[in-house]
């Protein structure tokens, strides 16, 4: 499926959501600054947005790894450093079984991705397993709006509009975009979320609503 949608994946991303991922990541990256020396992991990195936003904003210092399952994903990310000159290092990884020694990141993160991961609290887990001690741990996801109406709103969206375009634009077959809807309604957020990224090893986790709680961005450190 993701191989499928890889090629588009870029495009339909941006035109779904008018943009506003790009600041959502910005956001990230602001309240989970990288390492000022060090090495930081993106799991789950798909074309690799967060990876380079992070070495946007990173000295030469810093080791950047990107790392996921879906080797036509990485191949467009890949692309995108060639053309920027990110230096950034393209792992092909199960986030289930990260082929990476224990303690090696300072940080940690994950966009649009962990509900994606088969089991959640194995790659939670994961993550907590390659991540120092006193690192952090930065998840950015979809969430629900708790304000009815908006939520009304956005799932009217999530549910008709966004799959049908998505599938369009993306020419997929295999209904991705359904996919992503269906995902995002039954993947725990907020606290119930926070509750399981206790439980793989971190603690100290905070939650920031953004644009209306469409998305929520956690962040959490590596227990000692």
């Given at each position: ?25 910005h ?38 790894v ?26 092909e ?18 966009a ?53 375009i998505?599938?369009?634009?993306a ?33 100290r ?20």
């Amino acid at each position: 499926m993701f191989a499928e949608i890889a090629p588009r994946y870029d495009v339909v991303n941006r035109m779904l959501s008018g943009g506003i991922d790009v600041w959502w990541r910005h956001v990230t990256v602001s309240r989970a600054p990288p390492p000022r020396a060090g090495a930081m992991l993106d799991v789950c990195t798909g074309t690799g947005d967060l990876a380079l936003a992070y070495r946007a904003k990173c000295g030469p210092d810093v080791r950047i790894v990107a790392s996921d399952f879906c080797m036509p994903m990485l191949e467009r990310g890949i692309e995108k450093s060639v053309k920027t000159g990110a230096a950034i290092e393209w792992v092909e990884a199960d986030s289930m079984a990260l082929p990476f020694p224990a303690a090696t990141f300072d940080l940690v993160t994950v966009a649009f991705g962990l509900r994606n991961i088969a089991d959640t609290s194995l790659g939670l887990a994961e993550m907590a397993r390659v991540c120092k001690p006193g690192g952090r741990l930065a998840i950015l996801e979809f969430s629900l709006p708790r304000n009815v109406v908006v939520r009304n709103a956005y799932l009217w969206y999530f549910r008709r509009v966004l799959p049908f375009i998505g599938n369009t634009v993306a020419r997929n077959a295999s209904d991705a975009y359904t996919y992503l809807n269906q995902s995002v309604e039954a993947f725990p957020a907020g606290a119930a979320l926070a509750t399981i990224v206790r439980a793989a090893g971190f603690e100290r986790v905070d939650m920031v609503p953004l644009s209306f709680g469409i998305a929520t961005l956690y962040i959490a450190v590596r227990a000692s």
